[in-house]
């Protein structure tokens, strides 16, 4: 598994080097939008509608919107001179039941894989967490933005969850009907009802059947047909369209982790 970021745990005083890993392969099935007519992948650029011409990257800033049509400008120095530094330890700073954590605050799951010299201290944290129950709250820096995450035991490995702040949580209460009262037998009705669907949660029996169908399809039309090929592109020295089609998908890259 590919590295992401490489530290150390911490607490008290007991530092356990790591290396974090991405925990999941999204299975979403994913297409790139080609011309109809020869099949030519199709580029992003950056247009300026009002002058109805491409903008080069020197000339593209950052706006933060505060209304419409109303923004305020920011530079990539300015938001440089308010990024935390890249963290170099998950610093836990507090031990809690994780059980008291509603789902809703869970965001991005991880693993952290013991790096050399830390194989023994790792084993014996995964192993007194698993046993207590408890998971390790930290702040944590990374690609320029401070995560607040929980560090629990998983079959005897550690994982690392980001968690959304309470001010990303929508409030739940104004959904929630207030008006009516629920009788007795209704609610005796529904309490069966549950009962009756109990079941042990196997992740394996619920399927992703969309993401199944479009594989099936896809393998079937690779079977019927051999698949299109988009036509060469000659590189012009001189305009540089694909050095600036590469160049603006970068600073789209650098907008989309800036925000």
Known sequence: MQGIWSGTI?????????????????GRVSFRLLHGEDFSPLARRMFC??????????????????????????TAEELESVS?????????????DLAEVDPIY?????????LKGGEKSYRLLAEVMRRTNKAGLAKFV???????????????ALALTTLHYREEILPAGEIAPRDGTLE???????????????????????GDERRERIVDLLKRKARERPPVEAPSVEEDVEEGPVDLVAALEEIMRTVKKGT
């Open 49 to 74: 509608p009002k002058e109805e011409a491409m903008v080069p990257p020197e000339e593209i800033v950052r706006g933060y919107e505060i209304g419409p049509e109303q923004y305020i400008p920011v």
């Open 84 to 96: 935390p530094e890249r963290s170099r330890t998950i610093e836990i700073v507090d031990f809690i």
């Open 142 to 156: 990374l690609a320029e933005r401070e995560y607040l995450v929980a560090v629990r035991s998983t079959e005897g």
């Open 10 to 26: 911490s607490f008290s005083l007991v530092a356990i080097p790591v290396q974090l890993v991405k925990a999941v392969e999204p």
């Open 106 to 114: 869970f965001d991005h799951p991880y693993y952290l894989v013991p």
């Open 184 to 206: 007795a037998d209704v609610k005796s009705r529904m309490k069966k009802s549950i009962g009756k669907m109990m079941a042990d949660f196997n992740p394996g029996d619920y």
